[in-house]
């Protein structure tokens, strides 16, 4: 099915969005920040769909990445696709950070390796997936479930088979010695999830049946800062 399709992400340290028609990028931003994220989006929004000449009712979907990521940059990019999606009554359908991260690497460049997608969870820990490429995928599968990871057991769960790294947790695991070059190569690709493969994921997928929920963030662990009565500020919406 050919869909206008709106793609945003602000869950990791960039501010990006796409506009797609029929597979076809209309608009496109993406930039590098790690703060700053609420102020820039929506005008951004504004400027690209004005670019594109497509308004919010000529949308058919709208995607966002959910995570794992920053607890404020999710919540930004989440809240906007959601308030979005229930202005226009548009659908809202959601896609991970990791997942996101792994698409950026084409199947000539995995050459059968495994695919494992990172990024920096703080605390000396690092979200990771691994995916794999099957036969007549247009982007890869998962192999395992995302998970937040300590660097110290990282071995434990990275591929046995040589395979591709990237993401902001690629050069952590080699500075731990948990990666070796000769079985290991990092990419050197963008460790942000870029909207235009958030937009691409979402036209594959296609519409979300009738009735089903909003996306939610994905939260694979607890965050650092606690509310006073020490409240987990994930759980308030």
Known sequence: MAMKILALDTALNACSVAISEEGTIRAFCHEERSR????TLLPLI????AEAQITFDDLDLI????????FTGLRIGLSAARGLSLASGT??????TLEALAASVKPEIAMGR???ATADARRKEIYMQSFTYQEKDIFPSQLIKAEAVPIESAGQVLPQDPFVVLGSGAQLLMDAGKIQPETCEILDLDSNPD???????AEKRGLPPKGTPPPAPVYLRKPDAKLPGGIDPASKT
């Open 91 to 96: 659908p809202c359908i959601g896609v991970t």
């Open 36 to 39: 700053g994220h609420a102020e």
């Open 195 to 201: 909207a235009r493969l958030i937009a691409a994921i």
């Open 114 to 116: 495994p695919i494992v």
């Open 63 to 70: 995607a966002v990445s959910v995570g794992p990521g920053t």
């Open 46 to 49: 504004k400027t690209l769909m």
